[in-house]
């Protein structure tokens, strides 16, 4: 069972930048590909981006590329997300997700363990 907290969300201006972070406990981290998703009131939950086991391997969805970066640090159990040039339509929360598997997987439902989600609100 893997536990992950998600942190960093906050207000920001439209062109400004976060970074989110996912701590992991109680499992093995590197067995585990991860993944950011948001969801927006109203909306589905969408995919955001996804990392490989070592992270190797990323993919973004088209929204965020060359705006958004996934990394992870194994030694630290964590998984980021760096946020630049951040959008009103943004604005969400947004989840990180856990499934032990060693292809990367970019449908929320492939899934197995969330975090509780941190609340992005970007201002126009």
């Known amino acids: 069972q893997v536990h992950l907290v998600e942190s960093g969300g906050g207000l920001v201006q439209a062109g400004g930048s976060l970074r989110l972070s996912c701590a992991a406990s109680?499992?093995?981290?590197?067995?585990?590909?991860m993944g950011w998703f948001r969801q927006a009131p109203g909306n589905e939950r969408e995919f955001v981006a996804t990392?490989?086991?070592?992270?190797?391997?990323?993919r973004s969805a088209d929204s965020v590329k060359g705006r958004f970066t996934i990394s992870r640090d194994n030694a630290k159990n964590t998984v980021y997300l760096q946020m630049n040039s951040l959008k009103p339509e943004d604005t969400a929360v947004y989840y990180c997700?856990?499934?032990?598997?060693?292809?990367?997987?970019?449908?929320?439902?492939?899934?197995?363990?969330w975090g509780q989600g941190t609340q992005v609100t970007v201002s126009s």
């Open positions: 990392i490989s086991r070592l992270g190797r391997t990323t």
């Open positions: 997700a856990a499934k032990d598997t060693a292809m990367i997987r970019t449908t929320s439902n492939e899934y197995d363990y």
């Open positions: 109680g499992g093995t981290f590197s067995s585990y590909v």
